[in-house]
């Protein structure tokens, strides 16, 4: 089963962010404009797990989760993978509030993870809505440009989410176990 660990934020967030991508989206432009029903803040892409590896990481991460207060955050900003506006492959929105504290959850889980036996990347984490991907390198300084005084309201995450992944022609995602940070 391929898994992630996940925050889902809240429906009226993500449609303010929709609003803001939609007014820089233009037909023809070569992207994947990713479904606003699909956005969600990946803290931990864990891959294939089977069975065995997936009960003993379930009571590691409900472990985890519960030592961490819930976090105050906001979407703010854009950016992208790699950071060469011009010769990216992937368009982001940003976070702003307590991404300190967001990113010490995602590192515990992270370890929680290895502890389990699941192989996880070891790169900076940096917390993101993906907007639109491109299969070769795109020019998205425009789009970045636009999107860089995009804000939302804050609210608070008080929830972590084990996420489904099932591929095909666009990913569906189906939530199989949650946790309340806290």
């Known amino acids: 089963m ?15 962010v929709a609003r803001a991508a939609a007014a820089v989206r233009t037909d023809g432009d070569g992207l994947r404009w990713s479904r606003p029903e ?15 590896h997936r009960a003993d990481l379930e ?17 703010r900003g854009a950016g992208t993978f790699p950071g060469n506006d011009t010769r990216a492959r992937v368009l982001w929105a ?6 300190g504290a967001l990113g010490r959850l995602a590192a515990d889980l992270r370890r929680a993870a ?4 699941i ?22 300084s425009r789009h970045r440009s636009s999107l ?5 309201p804050f609210w608070t995450a008080e929830e972590v989410h084990l996420v489904h ?18």
Do not use: C, N, Q
Not at 38 to 52: I, K, M, P, R, Y
Not at 114 to 117: D, N, V
Not at 165 to 182: E, I, M
């Open 148 to 152: 860089r005084s995009m804000t939302t």
């Open 38 to 52: 699909d956005w969600h803040l990946t803290l931990v892409f864990l891959g294939e797990v089977d069975d065995e």
């Open 94 to 99: 940003g976070f702003e509030g307590d991404v």
């Open 114 to 117: 290895r502890k389990s036996g």
């Open 59 to 75: 009571k590691r991460i409900a472990a985890e989760v519960g030592r961490h207060e819930p976090l105050s955050l906001a979407v």
């Open 2 to 16: 391929r898994l992630f660990l996940a925050i889902d934020p809240p429906d009226a967030l993500l449609e303010r």
């Open 165 to 182: 992944s099932v591929l095909g022609g666009s990913p569906r995602y189906r939530t199989v176990a949650t946790w309340p940070l806290g």
């Open 119 to 140: 192989p996880v990347e070891r790169r900076p984490y940096v917390p993101h809505l993906t907007l639109a991907r491109s299969r070769t390198p795109a020019d998205f």
